[in-house]
């Protein structure tokens, strides 16, 4: 896990706010992946991008969830006007050119409580 | 729709012993199987993966096996140590890249 840096590590928001949620992929790293883990469940992918690019959104859901890789700074995972059903952990991957799986690597996660 | 998964939610196995956790698929274009180990509060991390092409992959303690014929592989563990008590997660990638979980097993050594 060393090297992809997630934070807050922990976030409270009430119901309506927003919450933003950062990721600095591990140095030399392109691709960032962001994934979900419901209470009881396994970890459901989110979106994958590339530097200003998204290549991925299909975990997405259509509305409210939004997220960006811009060319300079951390990756955002944003979620706007946040309902009690949003609270989970977030985790954020990354790997490098020619990914074969086994090269992503995971940060420690954002657990998001919305009261 | 579950592509990736693992029936046994907990497995409790005496230290030494082996232990063995199983995962089913149903996407025959799955390209490589992975298993991750993940702590409470921590990110998963890598364990050991296997490429469609092979049948068995060994790194240690841990081997992972491939039937392909049964869209199944499973973790095998020997042996097993206190220290490897967490969830552990199958995973499977199309292309290399998207990983598709399944929902963990939580595994229990007993010293």
């Known amino acids: 896990n060393a090297g992809v840096m997630q934070n807050p590590r922990h976030l409270v928001r009430r119901r309506g706010q927003e919450a933003r949620l950062r990721c600095s992929p591990m140095?030399?790293?392109?691709?960032v992946y962001w994934y979900r883990q419901l209470p009881e469940e396994g970890l459901k992918f989110m979106v994958y991008?590339?530097?200003?690019?998204?290549?991925?959104e299909s975990g997405m859901p259509k509305e409210r969830f939004s997220a960006e890789f811009p060319k300079e700074g951390p990756s955002i995972l944003r979620i706007q006007q946040v309902v009690r059903g949003d609270s989970a952990a977030y985790f954020c991957?990354?790997?490098?050119?020619?990914?074969?799986?086994?090269?992503?690597?995971f940060g420690e996660g954002s657990w998001l409580t919305v009261v | 729709d579950q592509q990736v998964k693992q029936n046994s939610p907990s497995l409790s196995v005496q230290e030494g012993r082996i232990s063995i956790l199983n995962c089913d698929y149903t996407n025959s274009m799955f390209d490589y199987f992975l298993w991750y180990k993940k702590y409470p509060a921590e990110g998963p991390t890598f364990l050991i993966s296997i490429s469609s092409i092979k049948d068995k992959n060994e790194d240690g303690r841990f081997t992972v096996f491939l039937n392909k014929s049964a869209k199944h592989l499973s973790l095998h563990i020997v042996p097993s140590q206190p220290g490897d008590s967490a969830v552990y997660f199958c995973a499977a990638t199309l292309y290399g890249n998207k990983l598709v979980f399944g929902a963990g097993t939580i595994l229990r050594v007993k010293s």
């Open positions: 991957a990354s790997s490098g050119q020619g990914t074969t799986g086994n090269t992503i690597y």
């Open positions: 991008l590339q530097k200003e690019n998204i290549i991925d």
């Open positions: 140095k030399g790293h392109s691709h």
